[in-house]
């Protein structure tokens, strides 16, 4: 019997004979029980715990004492301490003001991040592109630090251009700018290139897990100062499956280029096919998990 039709079964009392009052209030009390019994089993009261749950409410007023936890099938996704400490997965809202914002290490951070994000990557040491920095994650560019442009524990690089880029250190090259070197460009960190790398008289190594990633319009040329002739560079990072054929675009325009295939930079056999002027298709015998495809192309 719902609640409410067990109240509203409650009959007044008139002066009626004492078997009328008697019957009259043993009904009321059978009512005012179901009525009561019902209530509880809604809530779904324990009187061990003291605790009930209700599927919605609204109230003015609500005044947490110890805790407030937000579950998902039983797993707390977002709680509240009445000491004022919030932790949950995520937290959205249009405009944050905070007196302080602490970022815990996180150097584990995903190699496509979602745009706008910024991460403390910890101590020096521990990332091997950045080491210990602010960075955050831009379509366009990827991770890129947010205390210079550079990484390897914030070393500035602005002081002049450098002809190696150590294992711990990262140069970004922004869009609009160009990166000039007389000679060769040893690379054994990471550079990120939204613009120009310009090699003058010289070539571009790449020794150990050094690479460079050319995001947006990024291009690598190698000019000849001798006799005027320049070479745009074009590098990309691919995997493959054996015997199943990858096409990469290089968008160079021409076919009129030579190349060299490398895994963890070591020169690999590989069939490479001209498809068109803009892309090739290479296939191997065996898996490649780590390659690296370098293109000269006379411009």
């Known amino acids: 019997m719902a609640i409410y039709s067990s109240i509203e079964s409650i ?49 003015e007023l609500a005044e947490v004492t110890t805790r407030l936890t937000v579950s998902q099938s039983s797993v707390p996704t977002f709680t509240i301490e009445s000491s004022g400490n919030a932790i949950g997965k995520s937290l959205l809202v249009e405009v944050a003001e905070t007196q302080r914002q602490r970022f815990t290490d996180f150097p584990d951070y995903p190699t496509i991040g979602v745009p706008g994000e910024i991460v403390y990557t910890g101590a020096q040491g521990l990332d091997p592109v950045f080491g210990e920095d602010f960075i955050g994650f831009l379509q366009t560019r990827g991770w890129v630090s947010l205390t210079g442009d550079s990484g390897g524990g914030g070393t500035a690089m602005d002081a002049g251009h450098k002809k190696l880029i150590e294992s711990d250190e990262l140069l970004v090259i922004n869009a609009n700018y160009q990166y000039w070197i007389y000679g060769d460009f040893t690379v054994e960190g990471q550079v990120n290139n939204n613009g120009e790398l310009v090699i003058a008289n010289g070539d571009l190594i790449l020794n150990g897990t050094g690479a460079v990633t050319n995001y947006g319009a990024g291009v690598i040329t190698l000019v000849n100062l001798s006799t005027g002739d320049n070479i745009r560079v074009f590098i990309e990072s691919f ?34 096919e001209y498809t068109d002027d803009d892309n090739v298709t290479i296939t191997s015998t065996g898996d490649i998990t780590s390659g690296t495809l370098i293109i000269h192309a006379k411009i």
Not at 13 to 36: E, G, H, R
Not at 243 to 253: A, R
Not at 261 to 267: C, F, Q
């Open 239 to 272: 995997t493959a499956t054996a015997n199943t054929p990858v096409v990469i675009n290089h968008g160079l325009g021409t076919s009129d280029f030579i190349y060299n295939v490398n895994e963890l930079n070591e020169p690999i056999q590989v069939n490479l």
């Open 11 to 59: 009959k007044r009392l008139t002066n009626s004979s004492l078997t009328s009052l008697i019957d009259i209030t043993n009904l009321n009390f059978k009512s005012l029980s179901n009525a009561t019994l019902e209530f509880l089993n809604n809530i779904n009261y324990n009187e061990i715990t003291n605790s009930i749950n209700l599927y919605s409410g609204t109230f």
